[in-house]
C-alpha cells in the first residue's frame, strides 16, 4: 500500500485551505496531521478520502487515482453519524451492504468487528443509547467492515471525554498493528502516544515531516531545568552572569537555564546554586514536551 499526495491545493473563494501540500505514506506507518484549528487538516483528510477534489494536484492510491480506488480507505468521521433506531448489528450490515458487501459475508464478518472494536456486547443495542466513545468505536467498527488498506480518521478523540478518548486511544493503537492509519488531531499528548510519524500543517502548509524522536532530537538544547523555592529565586541575577550560562526562562519556581556544554556545565551550575545556599527541588537535564516543540513550529 502506498499513498501519494502530490502538491494538493484547494481554497474556498478568497480562503487557500491546504497549498501546494505533498507527502507519502507506506503500509504500517501511523502518520498524525497535526496543527491548530483552521490549518487545513480536514480539508486534507476530506481530500485524501475523495470527499472533495482538489483543485491542483493529485491523491494516488497504489498508483490509481484516489477516485478509483475508494473501496481501499476507511474513513472515520470527526462526529460519526448514525440512525439512532438502529442496532450496532443493523448499522454495519446497513453500512456493509453500501459498500457492497454480501449479506453472506457480513453475517459472519459483524460479529468479529464488533468484538474487535469492544462492543460484541452491544450488538443488539439500539445506537442512539451508545456514549460518545461507543459512537466512536462504531464509526472505527463501519470504517474497518470491508478491510480496507487504509484507515483515514479525522478528530477521533477530540469531542470526547476522557473515558471516551482512551477507549479510543487504546482502539486505534491495537489497530494500528496490522493497518495504515492517517488521522488528524490537535490533541498533541493523544498524537504522541499514538502516531510513528508527524506532519505538521501551519495555514494549509507543511512545515514538518519527521518523526517524534528525530523531533525531540533536533529541538532539545544544552538546557537545564532547576525548581526552587520562591525565597531563593534571586539567585537568577548571580547564574545569569555566569559565563557558560546562555540563557535563562522562569516559569513559576521553575528556571529552564541553557548552558554552552550539557556535560560540563551541568556540575558547575549545581555547585554554584549549593554555594548559594539555593534550596532545589528539582535539577534535571531539560527535555522538551511535544507541546513546546509545536508552540515553537505551528504557533507564530
Known amino acids: 500500500m502506498k499513498l501519494e499526495i502530490k502538491h494538493v491545493k484547494k481554497a474556498f473563494k478568497d480562503k487557500i485551505a491546504v497549498n501546494d501540500f505533498s507527502m507519502e505514506l507506506n503500509a504500517g506507518e501511523c502518520v498524525g496531521l497535526i496543527g491548530p484549528n483552521g490549518a487545513g487538516k480536514s480539508t486534507l483528510i476530506k481530500m485524501i478520502s475523495d470527499m472533495i477534489n482538489p483543485d491542483e494536484g493529485e491523491v494516488l492510491l497504489n498508483g490509481k487515482k484516489i477516485t478509483q480506488a475508494k473501496r481501499e480507505i476507511g474513513y472515520l468521521p470527526q462526529?460519526?453519524?448514525?440512525?439512532?433506531?438502529?442496532?450496532?448489528?443493523?448499522?454495519?450490515?446497513?453500512?456493509?451492504?453500501?459498500?457492497?458487501?454480501?449479506?453472506?459475508?457480513?453475517?459472519?464478518?459483524?460479529?468479529?468487528?464488533?468484538?474487535?472494536?469492544?462492543?460484541?456486547?452491544?450488538?443488539?443495542?439500539?445506537?442512539?443509547?451508545?456514549?460518545?466513545?461507543?459512537?466512536?468505536?462504531?464509526?472505527?467498527?463501519?470504517?474497518?467492515?470491508?478491510?480496507?488498506?487504509?484507515?483515514?480518521?479525522?478528530?477521533p478523540v477530540s469531542a470526547l471525554d476522557p473515558i471516551g478518548r482512551r477507549e479510543v486511544i487504546n482502539l486505534i493503537r491495537d489497530i494500528k498493528l496490522d493497518t495504515t492509519i492517517v488521522l488528524s488531531t490537535h490533541i498533541l499528548s493523544d498524537a504522541e502516544e499514538i502516531c510513528d510519524r508527524f506532519i505538521m500543517i501551519r495555514n494549509g502548509i507543511k512545515i514538518e515531516d519527521t518523526t517524534i524522536a528525530e523531533l525531540f532530537a533536533r529541538s532539545n538544547k544544552n538546557k537545564l531545568s532547576i525548581e526552587c523555592t520562591a525565597k531563593d529565586l534571586k539567585w537568577i541575577d548571580?547564574?545569569?552572569?555566569?559565563?557558560?550560562?546562555?540563557?535563562?526562562?522562569?516559569?513559576?519556581?521553575?528556571?529552564?537555564?541553557?548552558?554552552?556544554?550539557?556535560?560540563?556545565?551541568?556540575?558547575?551550575?549545581?555547585e554554584n546554586a549549593l554555594v548559594h545556599e539555593v534550596d532545589i527541588v528539582k535539577f534535571e537535564i531539560h527535555t522538551d514536551t511535544l507541546e513546546e516543540i509545536f508552540l515553537q513550529l505551528v504557533v507564530k
Open 79 to 155: 462526529y460519526p453519524n448514525f440512525y439512532h433506531w438502529m442496532t450496532a448489528r443493523e448499522t454495519l450490515t446497513f453500512m456493509g451492504q453500501l459498500s457492497g458487501l454480501k449479506i453472506e459475508e457480513l453475517t459472519k464478518s459483524i460479529p468479529v468487528i464488533l468484538t474487535k472494536v469492544g462492543l460484541s456486547d452491544a450488538g443488539n443495542s439500539k445506537v442512539g443509547t451508545f456514549s460518545g466513545g461507543m459512537k466512536q468505536r462504531l464509526g472505527i467498527a463501519q470504517a474497518l467492515l470491508h478491510k480496507p488498506s487504509l484507515i483515514v480518521m479525522d478528530e
Open 238 to 270: 548571580v547564574a545569569k552572569k555566569l559565563p557558560y550560562v546562555k540563557e535563562i526562562e522562569v516559569t513559576g519556581h521553575r528556571l529552564d537555564i541553557e548552558v554552552e556544554n550539557i556535560q560540563t556545565d551541568k556540575n558547575r551550575l549545581l
